[in-house]
């Protein structure tokens, strides 16, 4: 049976997300007119977006259970963005300095095709949105509608090398822009690393937007990651360099606190970290704990990655 769904800003809180759907797919590409719409426009405007999605979609559910949607104030002023500051609205209140035009990636590393792209044209990539759990590894968690399109997508235009393992980021790094900078909280710049496996599975996104939106500063813009079946600090916001190499890169968290931060950081209620449990979870908005759930839900779609693999040695 095929279920539709209304848009996001549409939609009750109780018919929005089932619990291991990885997306609900808004393909903009549909006759090629909105994928193009989007592509002429010099900058990427709320009213483009929105009207993006008015086409319905349907789709199959693989679990009849839904996740309520965080209301879009919550999301975007309750998280962490600790180059804006440590506290939970620092990034809501301190974004406004961030400069999103003009904007690039450098895409290198062991890659046959190195690509430095602008975010005009990182635009023009067919756009799906896609409701995800975000799970903090504080033990808080939200689910948050993104719009966006595979990493893979990405990843597959630079050609990785057969010595290409790993893929690193980088957020951009400019005190000037993110007074955050100035603290001595991590290792800046912030960066973050997947497996290539890791990052050319389905499920990692590239977001450019959220609730129908574009994307807030204080939530990453102009382009985040979003890997839903880890925690959200593997997520990297605002990233301005995207690196394929060989070795394992190293990570701002895991440089921080190797102990409390490992390399992999995949959702585990099995695995605490040293200072509380992870066996459940806050849902902001919620006053009642709810159990976390291995892999953040996702273990159908991503456990195979890790077939063989203790994982609670590879945390």
């Known amino acids: 049976m095929l279920f539709r769904f209304p848009t996001a800003s549409q939609a009750r809180e109780d018919e929005v997300t ?51 949607t965080t209301p879009m104030k919550s999301a975007t002023t309750y998280n962490n963005f600790y180059e804006f500051g440590t506290g939970k609205g620092d990034p809501a209140e301190n974004a406004g300095t961030l400069k999103t035009r003009p904007w690039e990636i450098a895409i290198g590393g062991e890659v046959t095709k190195p690509m430095t792209i602008g975010i ?9 949105e896609r409701i995800y759990r975000l799970r903090c590894v504080e033990g808080w968690s939200m689910v948050i509608p993104w719009v966006g399109f595979p990493l893979a997508e990405l990843l597959k235009r630079v050609e990785p090398t057969g010595n290409a ?26 960066t973050e690393g997947l497996r290539l496996d890791e990052a050319m599975h389905p499920l990692a996104l590239l977001a ?21 079946w880890k925690y959200g600090f593997k997520s990297i916001k605002s990233i301005v360099k995207i690196t394929l190499t060989k070795d394992q890169p190293a990570t701002a968290w895991n440089k921080s606190q190797p102990r409390e931060y490992g390399f992999y950081s995949n ?15 806050r849902r902001v908005g919620e006053f009642s704990r709810r159990k976390t759930l291995p892999f953040n839900g996702y273990g159908e779609e991503v456990a195979s990655l890790y077939a063989g693999m203790d994982l609670k040695a590879n945390y």
Request: proline letters at 12%; charged letters at 20%.
């Open 18 to 68: 089932p619990r291991d759907l990885f997306l609900t797919r808004r393909s903009l590409m549909a006759g090629g007119a909105a994928a193009m719409a989007l592509g002429s426009l010099p900058l990427w405007s709320g009213k483009a977006l929105a009207a993006a999605f008015q086409a319905p979609t349907t789709i199959k559910p693989a679990d009849p259970k839904f996740d309520p």
């Open 165 to 190: 393992k790993y893929v690193a980021f980088q957020t951009l790094n400019d005190p000037k822009q993110m007074p955050g900078l100035r603290s001595w909280v991590l290792d800046w710049p912030y």
């Open 120 to 128: 005009e044209d990182l635009l023009k990539f067919p756009m799906e």
């Open 208 to 228: 450019v937007g959220m609730y129908g939106e574009v994307l807030p500063n204080q939530s990453g813009a102009p382009i985040r990651l979003v890997v839903p």
């Open 267 to 281: 959702v585990n209620p099995e695995v605490d970290h040293p200072r509380w449990s992870q066996a459940t979870e």
